[in-house]
């Protein structure tokens, strides 16, 4: 079993500004990236619920990564971007809810900024913004790695329907899987490591390949 939910909008921010040429020249671009409330848990990356900064707030899996939402259960206000959605267990019991991104938004990091800032003079200014985001997709598969996590972790839960014996499977329900792995109701009777966690977690983000 283990809690379904959404994920938070927001999110840290890109890049920063280019520095400005010596000798008169133009200074440099804008870094991109997105706004977001850097003091708040709220679209924090996380691996897993105890980062996110409150005994309410979960560590939501999304397509685009693994980020916090923050409690709305007594009606606070989510910002801009964001809304209230209840955040579910495997057995569907409502466990809390929090401020997610409204469909089509994101956390905001996946994007670094920069641009040169050249300019005529001495030395051309130097740019660039560095945005938090996401890593990259590492060399982990269904054969060499994702067949036997869920055949040590998952199927003797699910000896009778053979669910985790299939890609397809996992792949199709991948969201749900990593939000229950997040908050800790999945794998039953057993607590991952955090870099067991993180592992497949990375897995899951890459579309389970």
Not at 1 to 19: E, P, R
Not at 35 to 60: E, M, P, V
Not at 99 to 115: K, M, R
Request: aromatic share 6%; proline share 1%.
């Amino acid at each position: 079993g283990a809690a379904g939910g959404g994920a938070a909008g927001g999110g840290a921010a890109g890049g920063g500004d280019g520095g400005g040429a010596a000798g008169g020249g133009a200074g440099g671009g804008h870094g991109g990236g997105a706004g977001g409330g850097s003091a708040s848990a709220y679209c924090k990356s996380c691996a897993d619920s105890t980062q996110c900064g409150g005994a309410n707030n979960f560590c939501l899996g999304f397509s685009f990564g693994n980020y916090c939402g923050t409690d709305c259960s007594a009606g606070q206000t989510c910002g801009a971007n964001a809304r209230c959605v209840s955040i579910t267990d495997g057995n569907g019991t409502t466990i809390g809810k929090n401020c997610v991104p409204l469909s089509g938004q994101t956390c905001g990091g996946s994007g670094g900024g920069g641009g040169a800032g050249g300019g005529g003079g001495s030395s051309g200014g130097g740019a660039g913004g560095s945005g938090g985001g996401a890593g990259g997709c590492g060399v982990d598969t269904w054969a060499n790695y994702a067949q036997s996590f869920f055949n040590t972790n998952c199927n003797s839960c699910h000896t009778h329907t053979g669910e985790f014996t299939s890609q397809s499977y996992v792949r199709s329900i991948k969201t749900s899987i990593t939000s229950r792995i997040n908050v800790g109701n999945m794998p039953q009777g057993r607590t991952l490591s955090t870099a067991e966690r993180t592992r497949i977690i990375s897995y899951m983000n890459c579309n389970a390949p």
